[in-house]
């Protein structure tokens, strides 16, 4: 059990130094060297690195390209902000008390939906009123709205390219619906002003910091959670499936289950980064959950290297210190800049940053196998699922 | 509503057409438990296809197929697999980027679901089993070779030794030979005698001398229709198959 645990979960020798730099310099490097409003920004890049991961396993590994994943992302912290959103209406209720004037909103309702004349809570708000239940909800809606794509698409044989598209097709369909219902979901504006969780105040700068590490601290845990899925019969199959799908059929095993597993796993990751946005930024706009986001969410795993579980979470650091510092000094730049990468990275380096931090480890050590010491029965030649993953 | 029968295999009068062109052509074949049959004929015979038929990777337009009394048209291809068919391809398919070992720890036919592919551990047995399949198909001291690295003739052999380690009771072959040296093919023609004992065999080969060492019995298909059938003698001597196959 130990050595599984070791093998497994913390991926060997190398995995477990890798997991353990990037602990560190989350956990360490970065809060101490960074004053809480960095930190607050890191916090926000991190609750977009979740998608990244989910994409490693769902695209990388199993090779199904999502587009969409934004969707998942934003339904899962579009249900936390229902939560928090609720909250902050009572408490407004709570603190104007008898004074008539702000009682012009009807009690423990939402802004938005006296603006458009709902004078009572509609009944898919009601779950959010527990945090309990809200928290089951945020892992549990988006999950079955990925098994009905998964099912739906999957054993149809739908896949590849015309996959990707339906989940843009989704995302953005997802974006028009939540514009539109305003009374519902706040519309264009999002679900905004919130303040406390369960009376802990989420704009307090020391809370803040706490919220980075619960953030970096449950990231680690997605890419242990992830290394354990690869690491079983599944993960191989995940592989096998992907380069020959036909052949995994005929060893007797239905492709379509296996895919649509995946493909909720990499939805309920995207959801839990979703939840986190809300609490670390503190509010969820439609804005968020389209097109735009969702494909940079597939760029910043790209970047990071799609076989690296680490590498995803670099990749979403560095893209997004990129758009935030390079954007707002050459706006018109950037755009040609991230084309520029995203063409770099699928024609000279497929396997991203990960790939080319693993050809300088190659190089420096000059052995012609990169094996690093424990790794038991793994084989010597290097093909990225053969490696401890990420 | 068939009777039930001693065959393993029941193949009756089964078609398939494409656009208007019958690939198999009412084909009706019998094979018993424990022999084997090799499938020869020229190109375009629709050898291939008949063996697609069987494993359900085409749907016949008529026709029907009873393994061990079971109806196999209509059933989704992994089912047919989890019954005890096992199909080798014509070109050999394996997973390129697992070893070899993890080629066949895939296709170990247990945890055959998501969750129990999930929790499946290799434990002693199976590590076992993997390793006396790896002997059977010469590749035990090639398993922690990346498969894509293996020689295509120890390709073909790993696609074998991944259908045997699941232990079906009907093992189709596609021209299992095809590529291999003339070592390779001496050590196959052993292999699959080996492996035919207790189970039954269907081999599609051009290689007359490969067919006469193997075969119980031959099949002779041209134009998705069976030509004839019998004895390797006796199909050697056939007149029609000397004119449209075995040449003058």
Known sequence: MKNAIYNKALGGKSGTIGLAVLAVILLAVFPLAMDTFRLNLVGKYLSLAFVAVGLVLCWGYGGILSLGQGMFWGLGGYCLAAFLKLEAARNIAAEAGSDQINALTTVGLPDFMDWNQITELPWFWYPFKSLPLTLILVFAVPTILAYIIGVAM???????????????????????LFVTRQGWTGGINGITDLRTVWGWDIQDPGNQRVLYFVTSVLLLGCVVVGRLILGSKLGKLLVALRDTEDRVRFSGYDVANFKTFIFCVAAAMSALGGAMYVLNVGFMSPKLVTIEPSIYMVIFCAVGGRMSLLGAVYGTLAVSFGRTYFSESFPDLWLFLMGGVFILVTMVFPLGLAGLVDRLIGLGRRRPSPTAGARTRKPPVAGPVTSPPG | MSLPTDFALAVEDLTVSFDGFKAVDSVSLYVDPGELRVVIGPNGAGKTTLLDLICGKTRPSGGSIQFRNRELVGMAEQKIVRSGVGRKFQTPSVYPKLSVFENLEVSVPKGRGVWGSLFFSCNGAVRERILEIARDIFLEDELETQAELLSHGQKQWLEIGMLLIADPELILLDEPVAGMSVNEREQTAELLKRIARGRSVVVIEHDMNFVREIADKVTVMHQGKVLAEGSMDKVENDPKVIEVYLGH
């Open chain 1, 154 to 176: 999957f054993k149809r044989r739908v896949s590849g390219v015309y996959f990707a598209i339906i989940t843009q097709a989704l995302c953005w369909t997802m974006e028009l």
